[in-house]
């Protein structure tokens, strides 16, 4: 009879994907944005904001493409209002051109 060890340490990591391009990551590693219930649609820094959230990529291109189109009123199931927008539009040029990856040899085709 022979001990069989058992990998007692696997973590759960929570997946979600990006609104504009999907591609999924896990949770801390995207930005969430919500909607909450009194304040309207902001970007949620710390992933405990209560409220409908969606979730882009640290890059710029994908939350150009989520403002333009209306993939997050969708996600968020609500119309983001114009200050919102531009509120997230701000944040958005704070974010670098594209995802820092460790590795570039698996680009999304
Ligand atoms: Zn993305």
Known sequence: MAHEKQ???????PQRSCIACRRTDSKRALIRVVRTPHQGVQ????????????????????????????????ALKTAVTVD??????????????????????ALPG
């Open 84 to 105: 919102e927008l531009a509120a997230l539009r701000a944040f958005a040029d704070s974010l670098p051109e594209a995802l820092e990856s460790e590795d570039s040899d």
């Open 43 to 74: 970007i949620d820094a710390t992933g405990k904001l209560a409220g409908r959230g969606a979730y882009l990529c640290q890059a710029r291109p994908c939350w150009q493409k989520a403002l333009k189109s209306s993939a997050l009123n969708r």
């Open 7 to 13: 990998p007692a340490r696997r973590r759960h990591i």
